[in-house]
């Protein structure tokens, strides 16, 4: 094995254009315990962590560029009014000690069906920033979960950052385990009320093959929500219209029984999920932020 | 490979070193500090805990050559560790533990009762007054991240204790003795101010 450490990002691209084979590490919560394990052997080791730039962030207009080694722990603390969602998912990964290692590049890096990043993500809405010697293209966070851990990565690139958009409304996670803390999921839940748009967007963790949104449910929501003028009067959510969304939400899942749970028991978590996390967001979008929001901003 | 990086305030290098090689593993097994415990080597149960660059982590996650140039602390030198953040800073020229002292490192004193006899930081001395060691596998991570929480939230609710520990592991005590310790460290470091 051989460990490769480059002290720029123009360096880290031209050693893994050199190595393809080349695993990256960065906080090393996933890739040091498959090393650990003799699962894995790599030929080169990548380390990403002397490349300063993949640990900051910057906080635009309209999204967050979220570099790929930010730690979950500076998430939870700096970014929860911009990422709600994000902050909450990252609030339930591991332990104290893990999240200050892990970050979100890791997450997408492995695209493990149940990381804890992926439902966020998927319902704030992202492009994954990734580059080689080739170039920088960006990648649609739905066009990125290309199979269990499989992503769309070619050999040649690393992940630089992830985009992701501002909440311009409520968002919420959930998360069944067996306990709080130091638990993979096994379902997950990621809510986001787009007030702006007048849409809603969802993201289910470990109940696929890959992370996935239900877009049937937000599509049923979304004519809901119009017909009823819902985003307007800010009434309350037909009990009818959130067991029709939690129906579908459930209905998107394509589980497999494991140690962790079962494929229906998956289905029906989802479920409740949905139904829970629908509620959460849409109470507090009728609250005192209602006004705040359909102005346009997160206030 | 040879990995140059600091512990407990000490340079130190360490040779041959495996390039898939953990932190964990150059610690105990190259440096001669088995303070901090080798147990799940997955990152589930915190017994390997360290701070790099002043953050708590499992030392068996971190790959020994991102840890070059980087500082560690482990629990043999929390002890001065403790005393010289008390002290606002490294008032003397010799800071730190060296690699001999931390070797030899042992909360026996005089007494190995009440740990008398022996410099202990606030968190090692509120652990023996408390209890809060059984068999003693656990409490070398548990007294690192505890000590950090301390350092970062010095008057912690429970709620706050329990989420800074919820990355240790401890199958003997069943967490209240080790609960009652760092609420005991929290009351005499609030005293003492």
Known sequence: MDFLRPASWEEALAAKAEH???????????????????????????DLNRIGELSEWEVGEESVRLGASVPYTKIMEHLRAELPGLALA?????????????????NLGTASPAGDAHPALLAAGAEVEVESVRGSRRIP????????????????????????????????????????????????????????????RTGIGSAAPTPVRAKAAEEFLNAALEEGGFWDNGKIITPSVAKQFADLCSAACNPIDDVRGTASYRRHAVGVMARRTLTWTWESYRGAGRTAYRKGGAA | MRVNFTVNGRPQEADDVWEGESLLYVLRERLGLPGSKNACEQGECGSCTVRLDGVPVCSCLVAAGQVEGREVVTVEGLADYARQRAEGGCTTGACGTSLQNAQQWEAK???????????????????????????????????????????????PTDADIREALSGNLCRCTGYEKIMDAVRLAAARQSEEV
């Open chain 1, 20 to 46: 393809p084979t080349a695993v990256p590490i960065a906080g090393g919560t996933d890739v040091m315990v498959e090393i650990n394990f003799d699962h894995r052997r790599p030929e080169y080791l990548m």
């Open chain 2, 109 to 155: 004193g005089t007494d190995s009762q009440t740990g008398e006899g022996t410099e202990l930081s606030p968190i090692q001395q509120a652990f023996i007054d408390a209890g809060a060691v059984q068999c003693g596998f656990c409490t070398p991570g548990l007294l690192v991240a505890a000590d950090e929480m301390l350092e970062r939230n010095p008057n």
């Open chain 1, 141 to 200: 966070i739905d066009a990125f979960y290309t199979g269990v851990k499989r992503n769309a990565l070619a050999a040649d690139e690393l992940i630089r950052a992830v985009h992701v958009k501002k909440a311009d409304g409520p968002q919420q996670f959930s998360k069944v385990g067996t306990r709080n803390a130091m638990v993979i999921a096994v379902c997950a839940f990621g809510l986001a009320l787009h007030p702006e748009t007048r849409t809603v």
């Open chain 1, 90 to 106: 990252s609030h339930t990964v591991a332990s104290p000690q893990i999240r200050n290692r892990g970050g979100v590049g890791g």
